[in-house]
């Protein structure tokens, strides 16, 4: 079945990189999406990446996919208090009908300032 | 700005009771989604319904009932409350087509006693 895996937890120093990991099983998903949720909050999308792209940046955000190892991943530059949150990766699998988004379990990055 | 808002942030019930939580999207959207948010599980879908009146099983659908009267409102209703119902229920919306980008609502913490 469909699953997606992360860590569950990163800790960085401020102005380090952070670099957020994950695996999926689906491979017909047409998008890739990393959500973040902060505090007391719901999800808020950060950036998505189309799955025939292998890397899309915006800003200090850069997602890197490898479809051969299904392998997704988020880096943030310069990572700031403000980067203190849940990030979530998830996908749409075709095979649900799309209707579906399936998410990992999200991974609690805890930036030291 | 794209706006899903729910009724309640936070929530406490008797275990026998029926609970209802409202969603309210403003960006006339098809779908709509509940799920629930444990630690460590990430987001498991309860309910998805994709046209008014139309509505579909996700994963977790035992002990919950969902309506949906109007395109801007989805509703959850937990028809006899249980302890192990307390959690994090996070309302989204999504429109058909593009990135499929799920928008969500601030999400209601239900504390069942």
């Known amino acids: 079945g469909e699953d997606v895996e992360q860590s569950l937890f990163l800790s960085v120093r401020e102005g380090d990189s952070s670099v957020i990991n994950c695996t999926y099983t689906d491979s017909s998903s047409t998008y890739l999406y990393w959500y973040k949720q902060e505090p007391g909050a719901g999800l808020q999308l950060l950036t998505y990446i189309f799955s025939n792209m292998d890397m899309k940046q915006d800003q200090r955000l850069t997602v890197l996919l490898n479809k051969k190892d299904k392998h997704l991943s988020l880096r943030i530059a310069d990572t700031q208090t403000g980067d203190s949150a849940i990030y979530f990766c998830a996908e749409s699998p075709i095979s649900t009908g799309g209707f579906k988004t399936i998410f990992g379990a999200g991974t609690r990055l805890f930036v030291k300032a | 700005d794209v706006k899903v808002t729910q009724s309640s942030r936070y929530l406490v019930k008797r275990t026998g009771e029926k609970v209802f939580l409202e969603c309210v999207q403003d960006m006339d959207h098809e779908n709509m989604f509940w799920y629930r948010q444990d630690p460590g599980l990430g987001l498991r879908l309860i309910y998805f319904?994709?046209?008014?009146?139309?509505?579909e099983k996700g994963d977790i659908p035992e002990g919950y009932s969902v309506s949906r009267e109007k395109k801007e409102r989805f509703s959850l209703i937990l028809e006899s409350a249980s302890t192990n119902q307390t959690s994090m229920y996070l309302c989204?919306?999504?429109?058909?087509?593009?990135?499929?980008?799920?928008?969500f609502g601030p999400g209601t913490r239900l504390t069942v006693l």
């Open positions: 989204a919306s999504r429109s058909s087509g593009g990135a499929d980008t799920q928008y």
């Open positions: 319904s994709y046209d008014v009146k139309m509505k």
